[in-house]
């Protein structure tokens, strides 16, 4: 995206945290929080080259696909009417709320929405329902959920270059793998990458990371190397998608009032306190520097708070 008003590269801020602290551990922020206002975090670095391909092929439409509260949706919408496009989400859930923060958001930045029963919306995702989706809605670009495909992941691998002092593990959010997958391509081995599944039953990660990797080596004995650096865990999802617990909830107040920023509770926050759970178990003897990603998601905060029926900060 060549529109001005991107904060890019990302800062890398270096922030007192006494949990690392204590074990020796000097924590820095990746803030891609910051990048821009309306597209942050990984879903501009899922959606730049995207954008560029559907520009360059000469589609006037964005579709995709998300929940009544994807950070996802928001963020297409936004940068289809930044770069003069029209855009489609297909939500799902036919009883989702057109007027929660986020899908009203969405329309206002002119973003059409079909709301669709779960079922439609699995099928609709699959190869096949291009035809179908052709026939209902025209012609159009299609960026997967989550931005979950070749240029997406091709986008998350600049992370890694805009990492620019010696660090020994990176910490990132985990929804689709995209994310995770760029910055394992990008790090060819080199750091300790762990990756923190948002949602429950995240197993499959491992299979897109795999399928991620191989589409760009093709050699089994590269990507074995690759992949032994990467950590993909499972239990820090605190009931699933989207949902959360007093305990993470408690855990990002502390994080912020310690550190000045904050966290969203879909994503960063459960991959912080997954963080904060290794270094615990470290002895703290040998010095190291770990990165945390933060890959945006704030928008989301005023639903999650309606949800809970309380503030979160």
């Known amino acids: 995206m060549s529109e001005n008003h991107f904060n890019t590269p990302s800062p890398l801020q270096q922030v007192n945290y006494t949990p690392l602290n204590k074990r020796n551990i000097t924590l820095f922020i990746k803030r891609d929080d910051l990048i821009h206002h309306e597209i942050s975090g990984n879903k501009w670095r899922k959606l730049k080259l995207n954008i560029e391909q559907a520009i360059h092929q000469g589609y006037q ?14 963020a297409t919408a936004s940068a289809a009417t930044m770069h ?40 609709l995702q699959e190869w096949e329902s291009k035809d179908r989706l052709k026939e209902l809605y025209g012609s159009f670009y299609l960026i997967p959920q989550g931005g979950a495909n070749y240029y997406g992941v091709q986008g998350c691998m600049d992370i890694m270059s805009e990492i620019d002092v010696d660090v020994d593990r990176v910490f990132v959010s985990c929804g689709t793998a995209t994310t995770l997958s760029g910055m394992a391509i990008a790090n060819s081995g080199k750091l300790e990458i762990y990756g923190v599944s948002a949602l429950k039953g995240g197993g499959f990660l491992l299979k897109n990371l795999e399928e991620n990797i191989s589409h760009v080596y ?46 969203d509770p879909v994503y960063t926050a459960k991959t912080a306190f997954a963080m904060s759970e290794l270094a615990g178990k470290l002895n703290g003897l040998k010095p190291e520097k770990w990165v945390l990603i933060h890959t945006g998601g704030l928008q989301g905060i005023p639903a999650m708070e309606a949800k809970l029926g309380h503030s979160i900060y």
Do not use: Q, W
């Open 61 to 74: 439409t964005l579709l995709t696909f998300g929940g009544a509260h994807s950070n996802h949706i928001a």
């Open 84 to 123: 003069g496009l029209k855009s489609i989400g297909i939500i799902r859930g036919e009883d989702a709320d057109p007027d929660n923060p986020t899908l009203k958001f969405a329309a206002e930045k002119g973003m059409e929405l079909k709301f669709v029963s779960r079922t439609d919306f699995n099928s």
């Open 218 to 263: 093709k050699d089994v004995e590269t990507e074995r190397y690759i992949k032994e650096k990467i950590h993909v865990l499972l239990p820090y999802h605190f009931g699933g998608y989207a949902k959360t617990t007093s305990e993470l909830i408690d855990f990002m107040r502390a994080f912020t009032n310690e550190t000045g920023i904050k966290l």
